[in-house]
Protein backbone atom coordinates (compact mmCIF):
# COMPACT_ATOMS: atom_id res chain seq x y z
CA UNK A 1 0.00 0.00 0.00
CA UNK A 2 1.56 3.29 -0.57
CA UNK A 3 1.12 6.64 1.20
CA UNK A 4 1.40 9.54 -0.96
CA UNK A 5 2.42 12.44 1.07
CA UNK A 6 1.14 15.99 0.38
CA UNK A 7 1.74 19.29 1.24
CA UNK A 8 1.10 22.49 0.39
CA UNK A 9 -2.27 23.74 0.91
CA UNK A 10 -3.57 26.95 3.14
CA UNK A 11 -5.56 30.28 2.96
CA UNK A 12 -4.03 32.67 0.12
CA UNK A 13 -5.73 35.83 -1.19
CA UNK A 14 -7.44 35.85 -4.62
CA UNK A 15 -4.84 36.97 -6.90
CA UNK A 16 -1.94 35.19 -5.08
CA UNK A 17 -0.25 31.92 -5.35
CA UNK A 18 0.39 28.39 -3.91
CA UNK A 19 2.70 25.06 -4.50
CA UNK A 20 1.37 21.57 -3.35
CA UNK A 21 3.67 18.46 -3.62
CA UNK A 22 3.15 15.08 -3.49
CA UNK A 23 5.50 12.26 -3.12
CA UNK A 24 5.74 8.80 -3.38
CA UNK A 25 8.08 7.41 -0.76
CA UNK A 26 8.45 4.04 -2.39
CA UNK A 27 9.79 5.17 -5.40
CA UNK A 28 8.62 2.30 -6.70
CA UNK A 29 6.46 3.32 -9.49
CA UNK A 30 8.19 6.59 -10.92
CA UNK A 31 7.03 5.45 -14.54
CA UNK A 32 3.17 5.90 -13.63
CA UNK A 33 1.54 8.99 -14.28
CA UNK A 34 0.41 11.21 -11.24
CA UNK A 35 -1.71 13.88 -11.27
CA UNK A 36 -3.81 16.33 -8.80
CA UNK A 37 -8.13 16.16 -8.74
CA UNK A 38 -10.13 18.61 -6.56
CA UNK A 39 -13.67 18.71 -4.82
CA UNK A 40 -15.25 21.89 -3.78
CA UNK A 41 -17.94 21.51 -1.77
CA UNK A 42 -21.87 21.01 -3.47
CA UNK A 43 -19.22 19.92 -6.32
CA UNK A 44 -18.17 16.62 -8.31
CA UNK A 45 -14.15 15.72 -8.05
CA UNK A 46 -12.75 17.05 -11.11
CA UNK A 47 -8.98 16.55 -13.18
CA UNK A 48 -7.01 19.89 -11.99
CA UNK A 49 -3.40 18.39 -13.90
CA UNK A 50 -1.73 14.79 -15.08
CA UNK A 51 1.54 14.05 -16.01
CA UNK A 52 3.50 11.23 -17.43
CA UNK A 53 6.46 10.05 -16.25
CA UNK A 54 7.97 11.97 -19.46
CA UNK A 55 6.45 15.05 -20.65
CA UNK A 56 3.50 14.49 -21.34
CA UNK A 57 0.86 16.82 -19.15
CA UNK A 58 -3.07 17.57 -19.31
CA UNK A 59 -5.19 20.41 -17.50
CA UNK A 60 -8.52 20.80 -16.27
CA UNK A 61 -10.31 24.06 -18.40
CA UNK A 62 -10.98 26.01 -15.51
CA UNK A 63 -7.18 25.93 -14.69
CA UNK A 64 -5.58 26.18 -18.11
CA UNK A 65 -2.79 29.03 -18.14
CA UNK A 66 -2.88 29.77 -14.47
CA UNK A 67 -1.89 26.38 -12.98
CA UNK A 68 1.86 24.52 -14.12
CA UNK A 69 2.24 20.23 -13.32
CA UNK A 70 5.95 19.41 -13.11
CA UNK A 71 7.57 16.17 -12.31
CA UNK A 72 10.81 15.19 -10.50
CA UNK A 73 10.99 11.26 -10.39
CA UNK A 74 8.49 10.26 -7.91
CA UNK A 75 7.24 13.54 -6.49
CA UNK A 76 4.70 15.36 -8.28
CA UNK A 77 4.13 19.58 -8.02
CA UNK A 78 1.32 22.19 -8.81
CA UNK A 79 2.17 25.74 -8.92
CA UNK A 80 -0.78 27.57 -8.69
CA UNK A 81 -0.83 31.22 -10.05
CA UNK A 82 -3.64 33.66 -9.85
CA UNK A 83 -5.93 31.58 -7.80
CA UNK A 84 -9.54 32.45 -7.40
CA UNK A 85 -12.23 32.13 -4.79
CA UNK A 86 -13.77 29.17 -7.14
CA UNK A 87 -10.74 27.15 -6.60
CA UNK A 88 -11.41 26.43 -3.39
CA UNK A 89 -11.65 22.84 -2.55
CA UNK A 90 -9.68 19.69 -1.26
CA UNK A 91 -7.10 18.77 -3.56
CA UNK A 92 -5.79 14.97 -3.83
CA UNK A 93 -2.94 13.93 -5.23
CA UNK A 94 -3.31 10.72 -7.34
CA UNK A 95 -0.82 8.45 -8.08
CA UNK A 96 -2.38 6.38 -11.38
CA UNK A 97 -2.47 2.32 -11.67
CA UNK A 98 -0.28 2.83 -15.64
CA UNK A 99 2.07 5.05 -17.17
CA UNK A 100 -1.20 7.24 -18.57
CA UNK A 101 -3.15 9.43 -16.87
CA UNK A 102 -6.38 7.13 -16.83
CA UNK A 103 -8.28 6.22 -13.92
CA UNK A 104 -7.82 2.51 -12.67
CA UNK A 105 -9.76 2.04 -9.93
CA UNK A 106 -8.25 -0.33 -7.36
CA UNK A 107 -4.71 0.27 -8.95
CA UNK A 108 -4.67 4.28 -8.40
CA UNK A 109 -3.36 5.59 -5.18
CA UNK A 110 -4.76 8.66 -3.51
CA UNK A 111 -3.08 11.42 -1.02
CA UNK A 112 -4.96 12.37 2.29
CA UNK A 113 -6.06 15.86 0.65
CA UNK A 114 -5.00 19.10 1.06
CA UNK A 115 -7.13 22.25 1.64
CA UNK A 116 -6.76 25.35 -0.45
CA UNK A 117 -8.77 28.08 0.37
CA UNK A 118 -9.03 31.42 -1.80
CA UNK A 119 -10.35 34.08 0.21
CA UNK A 120 -10.01 37.67 1.25
Known amino acids: QVQLVESGGGLVQPGGSLRLSCADP????????MGWYRRAPGKERELVAA?????NTKYGDSVKGRFTISRDKNTVYLQMNSLKPEDTAVYYC????????????????WGQGTQVTVSS
Open 94 to 109: IEYGSSWYELSPGYDY
Open 26 to 33: TTHHILNA
Open 51 to 55: ITSGI
